[in-house]
Nanobody, 124 residues
Framework: QVQVVESGGGLVQPGGFLRLSCVASGNIVSINAMGWYRQAPGKERELVAVVSAGGTRTFAESVKGRFTISRDEHKKMVSLQMSNLKPEDTAVYYC??????????????????WGQGTQVTVSS
């Protein structure tokens, strides 16, 4: 059984720094993209940052220059380093991974796996 578990988050003052980590575990054959999404109260879930299996990184415009994303293939881990945090970064942050847990013939179909979410609050 595949699991995606996040850690990190919390309360930080504007201009501060936080690091979120996410580890995938279980019966994993292959992982495609891994990344982070967030959802603020009353808003839809949005992409924050994602790194493809090939290492290509994509960021939301609102976090470019402030957030970085890193991935460790061996540990099946993705981390989000958030600096110069702003009140508008306040949201529940969710880890996402596209994971294949079983070969089907010659293919390895990927399914979406989500973490449980971790709260990030930026406030003075």
């Amino acid at each position: 059984q595949v699991q995606v578990v996040e850690s990190g988050g919390g309360l930080v003052q504007p201009g501060g720094f936080l690091r979120l980590s996410c580890v995938a575990s279980g019966n994993i054959v292959s992982i495609n993209a891994m990344g982070w999404y967030r959802q603020a109260p009353g808003k839809e879930r949005e992409l924050v940052a994602v790194v493809s299996a090939g290492g290509t990184r994509t960021f939301a415009e609102s976090v470019k220059g402030r957030f970085t994303i890193s991935r460790d293939e061996h540990k099946k881990m993705v981390s989000l380093q958030m600096s110069n945090l702003k009140p508008e970064d306040t949201a529940v942050y969710y880890c996402h991974a596209g994971i294949c847990d079983a070969q089907v013939g010659n293919t390895c179909p990927y399914a979406d796996y989500w973490g449980q979410g971790t709260q990030v609050t930026v406030s003075s």
